[in-house]
């Protein structure tokens, strides 16, 4: 077994669960940015103890603070400015599937900006995955309602803020970083970001008191997954790391299902087969070619 895989399926459980979170809370009363800046700082303040804990510090020069921002601008503030927004109007399901665009983009980008080996192995299981995702949103699997369509639009938006952050924390990450101290950074920085826009259009005010809870637990969790999205950018690069796009689709999928009552139709399970296949041919290890067989 590759060894990305058990931490890409741990990852791909914990986001696939982040809609969930969403709509829950959207559904007590909680605006969506309120909902992102809670749950970045409940996590950010986790990340700081855990640094503190460890001893680590978490770096502030000039290099660092760039990618924090940059790092916390798509991965977080951006990403959950209009997923967030979306979510209030779309099925949890349907954002799920939309996550795995992002390996897509990834792979495309880090092609172009010469970060990553385009390799046919690569490209063919993204174009699994991908046909798998495309399945799933065909009619008879979780095709939404037309009349969101324009929320579902904005929505698309989140998998193109999370392949950039992919690209760009791999690029500009300063060597020798511990994975802690940069997904803390990431995330007071993203967190400082998402409050200002939650500011801008009037979404800052103290939380209702129901949904604390699951709030708190949102922010515990996402601090989790930062600590493994991290490590798995330096273990393994930003093309297999963005491959943990395609375990949210079936666990966001099932969240979907399981809390909200979202059942998806029969093509969902061959869907889930082609993204899987993707998965498996994009993070499993290829056979070797010596020189002499090639």
């Not at 940059?70 to 979510?87: D, E, H, K, Q």
């Not at 008191?209 to 930062?226: I, P, Y």
Request: some cysteine.
């Amino acid at each position: 077994m590759h060894p990305a895989l058990p931490p890409l399926l741990l990852l791909g459980s914990i986001w696939g669960a982040t809609p969930a979170f969403v709509k829950q809370l959207g559904a007590i009363g909680w605006p969506p940015l309120l909902i992102a800046t809670c749950a970045g700082a409940g996590s950010a303040l986790v990340l700081l103890a855990a640094c503190r804990l460890r001893g680590i510090v978490v770096p502030t020069t000039p290099a660092h603070l760039r990618h924090y921002a940059v790092s916390g601008l798509f991965g977080l503030a951006l990403a959950n400015l209009v997923g967030f927004t979306a979510l209030q109007h779309v099925p949890a399901g349907f954002f799920s599937l939309l996550v795995p665009l992002s390996p897509m983009l990834t792979v495309l980008g880090a092609a172009l900006l010469g970060l990553e080996p385009m390799t046919r192995r690569r490209v063919a299981g993204t174009a699994l995955g991908l046909a798998g995702v495309l399945l799933a949103m065909s009619p008879g699997a979780a095709l939404p309602d037309p009349r969101v369509l324009p929320w579902a639009l904005l929505a698309a938006l989140t998998p193109v803020c999370y392949a950039a952050s992919n690209l760009l924390a791999v690029r500009l990450a300063p060597r020798g970083t511990p994975p802690l101290a940069l997904a803390t950074g990431t995330l007071v920085a993203g967190t400082v970001q998402v409050a200002v826009f939650a500011a801008l259009v009037g979404q800052v005010h103290l939380p209702p008191t129901d949904g604390l809870a699951v709030s708190a637990l949102q922010g515990a969790v996402t601090a989790l997954a930062f600590i493994i999205y991290f490590r798995s950018l330096g273990a393994h690069g930003g093309v297999i790391t963005s491959q943990t796009g395609y375990v949210v689709t079936l666990t966001g999928l099932a969240w979907g299902w399981a809390l909200f009552g979202e059942r998806p139709g029969w093509l969902t399970i061959p869907a889930a087969a082609l993204v899987f296949a993707g998965l498996a041919l994009v993070t499993l290890p290829g056979r070797r070619i010596t020189r002499s067989g090639a």
